[in-house]
């Protein structure tokens, strides 16, 4: 689109900008101006979302070293990205809820008196940009024919990030025109929310840039009532691509709370039964711990099949038939690359294999290809890892960093559902709350109702991942898979999720339940075998929403008997299955100790009818 370029020894100004914009609307004209103002970059360049523009970042993008062309045929029109290796993950000790009043933050999240945070961005933002590009990227969660289109504007420093956002969400032109329209027609849906991205790395005149710049200082910063993002230091994903976590969770769940809805960590799957009946499920996993793999699972009992709609995040709106309908903010897969494979994910694989994809913290090989851990059963004899060093199988180190991420657009997945099309989403039938527990946690538990669903959200729990920075394996409690996400005080949030309840029609209220793919067996194995048979606990479900399906009522909920689940043609032991659905008393003693602690952390804020779900549980484990 257009491009504005700094005279040498000038300031890029404001009237410059205005002139140059391919836009009239004043506010975001401003915004740009304003920003540009604060980081000085050499240029400011409107992103127009085109094929062209692409191929002509990605062009720039190898020739500065950032991106590496992928030369094997498995790989059309794909990059491989290595970040900075301190440059690898979420940051949630750096990232920020900066409402006016710190209760409204909550425990969960860090918090900053705003207006001493935007003096500290003011410091590290003030020349951010010097000897870079500024681009401006107007995008849309969600479809830009909803009926209330969620809209952004990310500035970023970045040009990995504009070719990662335009994998991820709808950008560009389009978008611009549909905010012009709606600010002439229907002017309070025209909002956006304006977000601001830089590496904090800029370039004194002659200063050669390196491939991955970013700063060791990072700020993840959230403005809830101003709706507004800053994001400082970082390149990865998480931190970076503006739309996906910063807004479409953390920013969004606050507008969902002013709003009446709910703005969810999940993954949205289409199932239809042999009897043809369709029943879409949604399922919140903490980050790495499944949501990808279930969202594009093949089913292997005969008959079932499995559509996917979404895989990271779903936004749930109250429909006008008392229903809850979801949608899928995004329009990419930006997912966990070691352990999808042929063998666990081929629907991930074969999206993948349509190439346009940017792959990043991989592992290359001598062909010209990527290559992570579990994508094939033997590695290769020779890669190149994602920090550039040999790698041969004998290693002691892997190959690809833990959390390498493919980004990939969705419409190239075979198995896609139509309503993934569907501006204002799809009736929801069913919710599923997971984590990674090696103990305690059945592998299916339905809730008796929505309140002790909401129980379930409340109390999930998981050993951490490589997904964001801090060691791995230790349990936390992460309500709902949201724990870094909330964008407000968690019992609030609670509280909405038990209110909101109100906008459906009893009967038409998703059934809840609580999953665990992840117990280990008295060998220490994993109890269950998961990914693609995990088909069989979903069967389950299915009949558990038409009011069938054998289970027994535990002191935590109802659990399947080992014959409900049908487990044809599976080579699983009797121990096993009891392993992996017992409710053991002794286990959910120190369970519900955990929880009282948990729960007293909320204090005033955690809603009462969660409180007498604990006190349920306590008596039905302690009767
Ligand atoms: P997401 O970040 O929540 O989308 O998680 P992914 O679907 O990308 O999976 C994260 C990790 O969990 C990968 O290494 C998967 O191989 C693994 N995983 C996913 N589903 C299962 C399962 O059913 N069983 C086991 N054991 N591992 C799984
Ligand atoms: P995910 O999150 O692990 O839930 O896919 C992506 C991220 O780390 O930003
Ligand atoms: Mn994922």
Not at 65 to 79: A, I, Q, V
Not at 195 to 220: F, M, R, T
Request: hydrophobic share 40%.
């Amino acid at each position: 689109m257009t491009t504005v370029a700094k005279a040498p020894g000038e300031e890029i100004t404001a009237e410059q900008i205005a002139a140059e914009a391919p836009t009239s609307h004043q506010k975001l004209i401003d915004f740009v101006a304003q920003t540009a103002a604060l980081t000085q970059p050499d240029e400011v360049y409107w992103v127009d979302g085109s094929d062209e523009e692409y191929t002509r970042l990605t062009d720039e993008l190898v020739e500065a070293g950032t991106l590496t062309r992928l030369t094997s045929p498995d790989f059309p029109n794909s990059f491989a990205a290595f970040s900075d290796p301190a440059d690898v993950a979420r940051v949630e000790s750096r990232t920020f809820i900066c409402s006016e009043k710190e209760r409204d933050a909550g425990f969960t999240n860090n918090w900053v008196e705003p207006s001493e945070m935007r003096s500290t961005l003011n410091g590290v933002f003030d020349g951010a940009m010097r000897g870079r590009t500024m681009y401006v990227i107007p995008f849309v969660m969600g479809h830009l024919e909803a009926d209330d289109p969620k809209f952004g504007v990310e500035i970023t420093d970045s040009a990995y990030v504009v070719a990662s956002m335009r994998i991820m969400a709808r950008i560009g032109t389009d978008v611009l025109r549909k905010i012009e329209e709606l600010a002439e027609s229907a002017p309070e849906k025209a909002f956006f929310v304006p977000a601001v991205h830089s590496v904090g790395a800029p370039l004194e005149p002659g200063q050669e840039d390196v491939p991955w710049p970013c700063n060791d200082e990072k700020y993840i910063v959230h403005f809830p009532e101003t709706r507004e993002i800053w994001s400082y230091g970082s390149g990865y994903g998480g931190n970076a691509l503006l739309g996906k976590k910063c807004y479409a969770l953390r920013i969004a769940s606050v507008m969902a709370r002013d709003e009446g809805w709910l703005a969810e960590h999940m993954l949205i799957l289409k199932l239809t039964s042999p009897q043809g009946k369709s029943y879409h499920i949604s399922a919140a996993f903490p980050s790495a711990c499944g949501k990808t793999n279930l969202a594009l699972i093949d089913p292997t009992l005969e008959g079932w099949k499995a559509e996917t709609l979404g895989d990271d995040i779903t936004w749930i709106r109250p429909g006008k038939d008392g229903e809850f309908r979801v949608v899928n903010p995004e329009s990419g897969y930006f997912g966990v690359a070691p352990g999808t494979g042929w063998h666990t994910n081929a629907n991930a694989m074969r999206a993948i294999a349509k190439g346009n994809s940017i792959f990043t913290n991989c592992a290359l090989t001598d062909d010209g290809g990527v290559w992570w851990e579990g994508m094939t059963e033997e590695p290769p004899a020779h890669l190149t890892d994602w920090r550039g060093n040999d790698w041969t199988p004998d290693a002691d180190r892997p190959a690809a960093h833990p959390n390498a991420r493919f980004c990939t657009p969705i419409d190239q997945t075979d198995m896609l559902a139509d309503e993934y099309f569907e501006p204002n989403g799809v009736k929801l039938d069913a919710i599923l709350f997971g984590g990674r527990r090696k103990t305690t946690v059945p592998l299916v538990t339905e809730a008796r109702d929505w309140n002790h669903g909401i129980f379930f959200g409340a109390t999930l729990s998981s050993e951490t991942t490589a997904a964001a920075e801090g060691a791995v394996g230790t349990v936390r409690r992460d309500p709902m898979a949201m724990l870094p996400f909330i964008g407000y005080d968690a019992g609030d949030y609670l509280k909405h999720w038990v209110e909101v309840s109100s906008k459906a029609d009893p009967e038409k209220l998703p059934k809840i339940f609580l999953v665990n793919w992840f117990r280990r067996n008295r060998n220490g194995g994993f109890a269950w075998p998961g990914f693609a048979e995990n088909t069989r606990v979903l069967k389950w479900i299915v009949e558990r929403i038409e009011g069938e399906g054998q289970a027994v009522e535990t002191p935590i909920g109802f659990t399947p008997t080992p014959e409900a689940l049908d487990l044809t043609g599976l080579d699983v032991s009797a121990e096993d299955i009891e392993d992996s659905l017992k409710v053991d008393r002794q286990e959910w003693a120190a369970e519900l100790a955990d929880i009282e602690e948990w729960f007293a952390r909320f204090g005033e804020s955690l809603p009462a009818s969660i409180q007498a779900e604990l006190h349920q549980l306590r008596q039905r484990v302690n009767p």
